[in-house]
């Protein structure tokens, strides 16, 4: 069973950090739950699997999925993850190209902040 | 006595086998009895084992019981001198394609890239899969 915590610490980002494991059975909550964040106007949705046990592709269809929603928005997804296995899941469907994925959630939204500064430090 | 070839371990006598409804709450317990007795098996892997079962018997759940009453998973496992075999069975209406299917075809691959071998055995009495891992000896 998966449980989903909000984590309020920048208004700029909508934190989820999912507790438990993600299958088929706890996919539609989850689903839910990220639909309606990326219906918000977030520049991003970080979502933390540092207390994620396990997850299978019933949980990677829908951060796949999820990720081309908000970049068709013009937001993005970012993940946390640190477990050896959960980031070879992450690795071995390819997720890890198209999201980035850090160790903790500060240095993801440290990796947030830097790509919203970097296009104007570039002009 | 002793007659083990090489002096190679003989492998532990356990079999599991087990069946749950085909519905997506068994999928906890199930990973939880395979994971276990990977364990006792001396599985490097057991987190592919795992992850590997949880696909086959999503699979299972979300195709094979399409359209009808869902069914049962068959699990089976039992160790051999090199590896863990375990079979995941359903007696649905076999692999299809399935057009609105939830997912975008994740699960097999992940299975292909999780087992050291795996092969699918599919009609229209049900899907059998048998993976296989390698063990530590």
Not at chain 1, 102 to 118: K, P, S, V, W, Y
Request: proline content about 6%; charged content about 25%; some cysteine.
């Amino acid at each position: 069973v998966c449980q989903i915590q909000e984590i309020n610490t920048d208004p700029r980002y909508r934190v989820l950090v999912l507790h438990g494991e993600i299958d088929l059975r706890s996919a539609p909550a989850l689903r839910g739950r990220l639909l309606r964040a990326a219906q918000s106007d977030a520049e991003a949705i970080v979502v933390d699997l540092g207390n994620t046990t396990f997850i299978d592709s019933s949980g990677l269809n829908i951060l796949f999925s999820i990720r081309r929603r908000l970049e068709e928005n013009g937001s993005q997804l970012a993940l946390v993850a640190d477990d050896p296995s959960l980031l070879r899941t992450l690795q071995l469907t390819g997720l890890d190209r198209l999201v980035p994925i850090e160790r903790t959630l500060g240095q993801a939204l440290a990796h947030l902040d830097a790509a919203e500064t970097a296009p104007a430090a570039g002009r | 006595m002793n007659d083990a070839p090489r002096g190679r371990r003989a492998p532990p006598p356990e079999r599991l086998h087990r069946r749950w409804p085909a519905v997506s709450e068994s999928l906890g317990s199930m990973r939880r009895a395979v994971r276990a007795f990977a364990a006792r098996c001396g599985v490097r892997d057991e987190p592919a084992v795992t992850l590997a079962v949880s696909e086959a018997a999503t699979n299972a759940i979300v195709h094979a019981f399409a359209g009808r009453d869902a069914g049962e998973i068959a699990v089976e496992a039992y160790c051999e001198q090199d590896h863990l075999c375990v079979i995941v069975a359903d007696d649905g209406a076999g692999m299809k394609p399935r057009p609105d299917s939830p997912g975008i075809g994740l699960g097999l691959p992940l299975i292909a890239r999780l087992t050291d071998k795996f092969e699918v055995d599919s009609d229209d009495r049900g899907t059998r899969l048998l993976m296989r891992f390698n063990r530590v000896l």
